[in-house]
């Protein structure tokens, strides 16, 4: 799942929100790390105390919400029959994806229209903001042709235990299998292609699948491929080994890093532009706020 990077930037690596932990799986926000939480710690170690610690509820993102319901709609997609799969079907996947999504949410509702909370501007027009996802869906046809595409996976979850017992896991819009066994990650993103600095966290994201793929498949992907509906630009890179060692020694010292922070309490606060989006900035000490007196857990265990 993404986010608009021009938007959002705060939640752009790999647009899972912050529930993005699966206890079903054995996952816990203390035993596990996903691409958006190791990004959320190189960006604002207090960031991610207020996500992964203090676990403190965050408005609902418009921008996040449209890459939701495109997403949805281009995994919806791939169960048409191979010729059905047109701009024109996709755009009559949109209204379903929306309605199913606001019948999960029905609070989503009221960021469209009507007066602003809390004084502040009013929300988007629900029509207005459809054609935006629309117009979105219509650059994905300019990127790829789904009618020569056959997935082999889509949304799916992949997990990796690292010797420490820390996993790593998170959720993949698209894996394609070459005739030759080959993989392809693909991950798709409704922001614009992003400047130097978003270039490497978001291929620090595909790095981070393509490790977990490699550590639980035994297969280095071929490619891995960030589609930007934004601006209808492809990123594409081809990992090598060195690189994924690279970005394992990276996990594992974030980890060492995180679970320090935890044991001393000393959540730095990180002061950047992201700081715009920020959710927490009234309690930010960088910004004058006092932060709450931090939960007594349990630190992580990885
Ligand atoms: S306002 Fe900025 S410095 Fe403070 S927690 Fe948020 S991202 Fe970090």
């Not at 996500?51 to 890459?67: M, N, Q, T, Y």
């Not at 997609?77 to 309605?99: I, M, Q, S, V």
């Not at 020569?148 to 996976?153: F, I, K, V």
């Not at 394992?248 to 000393?266: F, H």
Request: proline share 9%.
């Amino acid at each position: 799942m993404s986010v608009e990077q021009t938007s959002s930037p705060v939640l752009e690596v790999d647009d899972a929100p912050p529930s993005d932990v699966d206890e079903f799986a054995g996952l816990t926000r203390r035993n596990s790390l996903s691409p958006s939480r190791a990004s959320d710690f190189m960006s604002c170690p207090l960031l991610y105390r207020f996500r992964v610690i203090d676990r403190l509820p965050e408005a609902p993102s418009i921008d996040a919400v449209r890459g939701s319901v495109v997403h949805k709609v281009l995994e919806d997609l791939f169960d048409l029959p191979t010729t059905d799969r047109t701009p024109e079907r996709a755009n009559a996947l949109l209204p379903g994806a929306w309605e199913r999504l606001l019948e999960a949410e029905p609070e989503l509702a009221e960021m469209f229209g009507g007066p602003g909370v809390d004084g502040g501007p009013a929300g988007p027009d629900l029509l207005t903001w459809l054609d935006q996802c629309r117009a979105l869906l219509g650059r994905y046809f300019t990127l790829e042709d789904p009618q020569r595409l056959e997935p082999a996976e889509r949304e799916v979850h992949v997990i990796t235990q690292l010797d420490s017992g820390l996993h790593l896991h998170g959720y993949i819009d698209r894996v394609d299998v070459a005739p030759t066994g080959e993989l392809r990650i693909v991950d798709y993103k409704t922001g614009k292609s992003p400047g130097e600095h978003f270039e490497a966290k978001a291929l620090f994201q595909m790095r981070f699948y393509a490790l977990v793929v490699w550590r639980t498949r035994g297969v280095i992907p071929r490619m891995l491929q960030l589609v930007y509906l934004g601006n209808g630009e492809m990123l594409r890179y081809e990992p090598t080994e060195h690189d994924l060692l690279a970005t394992e020694r990276k996990v594992r010292a974030l980890w060492d890093a995180i679970t320090r922070a935890n044991e001393t309490g000393d959540w730095r606060p990180r002061k950047s532009v992201l700081c715009g989006w920020c959710d927490h900035k009234a309690i930010c000490p960088a910004w004058g706020g006092v932060p709450p007196a931090l939960p007594d857990t349990p630190a992580p265990s990885g």
